[in-house]
């Protein structure tokens, strides 16, 4: 899109990705039609919003996260989406615009057409050198990069850092961390965990990822929290983003997306640095993906029983008393804690 190209209102942008729904899945009747050939010219704007969305839907592009919050889609539209997904998931979809044949796992990359793609020639940078960190069990590491920021790098955490003259890359593939970012405009701070991506300039947050569970908390300045959003338990190409300051916290789950903002205490803020560990609504898996980073014996939850991993506990223990952790276990969830089986502590459901 060049930069001529006018800007369209969040409607003006839905209105025509439905009229391209409905275009492409041939239900038109002859009203319809009719109702589509009088609103596309109504308004030349109608016409030049019409084109962006045949681009977009045929150019399977990548997203403009700048100009749609899927928060703003209307009604309509998220209906046309599940009804998009649900079509998706079947065993087989044929797409007659392109004559491309999909197999159900596509949904996510053919939800990436809801926004027009920037389009144009992108300066290609060399690659960085990736520098890997990763601390013990029970350990807590700080972390000086390169460019004056320092990373505080939890027990048993794992945690990648590529610097390139435009950014800096983080990727905190598992455990926690709390970043103290070196303010440069030039070069945006940007941390991934699984799904979830966390944008800054100069600021101090922690970024937690255990059990499929990411969670951010900000202690100064201001983050942008982008994960992708969530339509019935199913992830999609828009981007969900939230704006984090100072006392603010959000999290992001597989199946639900990007939460509401909430607030914390000041003095609550990456209590695991003191081996304080607090949870509020936190999957059992989320707490013994925690509990592993302490643990010189391996704890898992029994294959199969996956409805006890998802049950969740408001609850605090001491990093340095897993055994205090796993007795109070059977008081909160019908659950025995097994600890004789080949050196493995196993939390099964309770018969």
Not at 189 to 203: D, S
Request: hydrophobic share 45%.
């Amino acid at each position: 899109m060049s930069e001529s190209d006018p800007e369209f209102s969040i409607a003006l942008r839905n209105e025509a990705l439905k009229w391209r729904i409905l275009v492409d899945e041939g239900e038109l009747d002859h009203q319809e039609k009719e109702a589509f050939q009088e609103w596309l010219g109504a308004d030349p704007l109608h016409e030049q919003a019409f084109d962006q969305a045949t681009t977009m839907w045929d150019a399977f592009g990548t997203l403009d996260r700048e100009k749609v919050c899927p928060e703003h889609l209307t009604d309509t539209i998220m209906d046309r989406l599940r009804a998009l997904i649900t079509r998706l998931k079947a065993p087989a979809f044929s797409v007659r615009a392109t004559g491309f044949a999909l197999t159900g796992v596509a949904a996510s990359v053919l939800l990436a057409i809801l926004v027009l793609p920037q389009i144009g020639r992108q300066t290609v940078m060399p690659k960085p050198e990736v520098t890997a960190y990763a601390t013990e069990l029970g350990r807590i590491q700080t972390i000086a990069l390169s460019d004056g920021s320092a990373v505080t790098l939890g027990p048993a955490s794992k945690l990648e850092v590529a610097m390139a003259t435009d950014k800096r890359d983080v990727t905190l593939i598992s455990g926690a961390a709390v970043f103290d970012v070196t303010s440069d405009p030039n070069r945006p701070f940007i941390v991934r965990a699984e799904a979830f991506e966390a944008r800054v300039v100069g600021t101090v947050f922690d970024v937690r990822s255990n059990g499929g569970v990411v969670r951010l908390s900000v202690a100064e300045g201001t983050v942008e929290a982008r994960h992708p959003f969530v339509i019935d338990d199913t992830s999609t190409s828009l981007i969900s983003t939230r704006m984090i300051t100072a006392g603010q916290r959000v999290e992001a789950r597989p199946k639900s997306g990007l939460s509401k903002v909430q607030t914390f205490e000041a003095d609550r803020f990456a209590l695991w640095r003191e081996n304080r560990l607090r949870y509020n609504e936190a999957p059992l898996t989320e707490l013994v993906a925690d509990a592993n980073r302490y643990s010189s014996v391996p704890i898992t939850i029994e294959a199969g029983a996956t409805d006890i991993g998802q049950l969740t506990v408001t609850f605090g223990y001491d990093g340095n008393d897993i055994d205090a952790m796993l007795g109070a276990l059977p008081a909160m969830f019908p659950v025995v804690v097994d600890r004789d089986v080949d050196k493995t502590i196993i939390i099964r459901p309770l018969d």
